[in-house]
């Protein structure tokens, strides 16, 4: 057996680890009883030791150097030797004391969020959140000194392969300097004409879930390899052919709950497609979460908040609901679905006003990775930094810094990916539309069997064989940027789309 086979079995091993805590993770998110918190973050902790022991064990070191001496290999191979040496590198530039104890404190962090967030308690998670941070900060010194990165680019290569704050800060300086004016005009045009019709409730959340259930198989979830769930936090998770979404619901409003059904179903898709060859090895796996989350809101934003696909979704609505009037029209369930209005819930947010919610946690997370930001004054900055960006004042900490599980979660770095996957998202639509021309017919007969096969061969099933740059190039003709995001949005809130 070869050294480049002998890793394939190493890491055929890491995976099914990874993907049993990834199932301890979604029960604990879901189904699990308060009282058995301490015993799962024990659990998790122990599986990701083992994880990182089999990562950081000289054998991995000696059978990589074998394998990188060992000659040519085919494109998939080598691409999965790559990858292989970037697993490795970051863990092992993390003692597995820390990442032990980081995972613990992780665990303990987010039982004591939901509470938190709950009550509007800021001071019940401050110590956990400092702690998490404090453990996140020794993580970030610690890869970046091993891999060459200040701390936050080392965090944020973590969930984002290659990227840097290079990339980003002048990607976000651009989206500063012309969103604020796109904001402004779209709510211009909009105050302009007859505010869109509301929708009465309740909605019962039974109808709900199975309106979403409904949806799900349109857009092409594999129930054979998946389920959806209920948890406080929208999220997709699980593990190799066991992907798990879930959503929250509320009985007077189901938009949010519909909505974050897609969404979550575009991150299910991906994982559902990824190269069933090489699913439990690295090549094989999503290629960051900017990439991650643009296929999420290629589902939810692009294709799902277009006049087509409301043609196709306002009938099944007047069905499951028993309702029917000029306020269930396609015409009036798009106009409520693509008004562009600052609140205060990210996840609720507009696609236009979204940016501005992750460059706020952009701007605190770095910050404090770069000690420059104390946990203690996280609420008061969070609140001023929202009044500045969106001109909105925080009642009270539920809606301000405790709304995001992130933070407890120990997930510095991760934020960012929201809004640079709604720049590929908005690129990678431009390019499926283009090559598909019948595309928007199609979303108008709830058929999304061209949007979905196109993506599966751009996207999904190249997994990780190319890096985000080249993937992007080959399927759009361009790096990531700016121009395609605010020429949909200047379509669907200035333009014709708006009319």
Known sequence: MTAYQTLEQRFARLAALEGAAGILGWDAQTLMPDGAAEARGDQLAILRGLAHGMLTAPEAAEELAAAERGGDLEPWAAANLREM???????????????EASSR??????????????DADFARLEPHLAEVLRLQREIGQAKGAALGLDPYDALLDGYDPGMRRATIDPLFADLTGWLPALIARAREIQASR??????????????????????????????????????LHPFCGGATDDVRITTRYDAADFGRALMGVLHETGHALYE??????WRNQPVGAARGMSLHESQSLIVEMQACRSREFFTFLAPLLQAAFGRSGPEWSPENLHALNTRVAPGFIRVDADEATYPAHILLRYRLETAMIAGDL???????????????????????????????????????????TYTLGALAAAQLFRAAR?????????LAQGDFGPLRDWLRTNVHAVGSLLETDDLLTRATGAKLGTAAFRAHLEARYLGAESA
């Open 272 to 277: 559902q497609g990824r190269p069933a060859a």
């Open 374 to 416: 104390a946990v203690r004054d996280l609420p008061g900055a969070f609140n001023d930094g929202l009044r500045d960006l969106l001109d909105l004042t925080v009642p009270d900490d539920r809606v301000g810094c405790l709304q995001d599980i992130h933070w407890p979660s120990g997930a510095f770095g991760y934020f960012p």
């Open 85 to 99: 040496r970037r697993a490795q590198a970051h863990a092992t530039a993390v003692p597995r004391d820390l990442v």
């Open 105 to 118: 404190a992780v665990s303990r962090s987010e039982m004591v969020w939901r509470e938190a967030r709950r």
């Open 194 to 231: 007859p505010a869109p019709l509301p929708l009465a409730g309740p909605f019962d959340v039974a109808v709900q879930r199975e309106l979403g259930l409904k949806l799900m198989e349109a857009v092409g979830f594999d129930f054979t390899r998946g389920r959806l769930d209920i948890s």
């Open 434 to 442: 283009t090559a598909e021309p019948a595309l928007p017919g199609c």
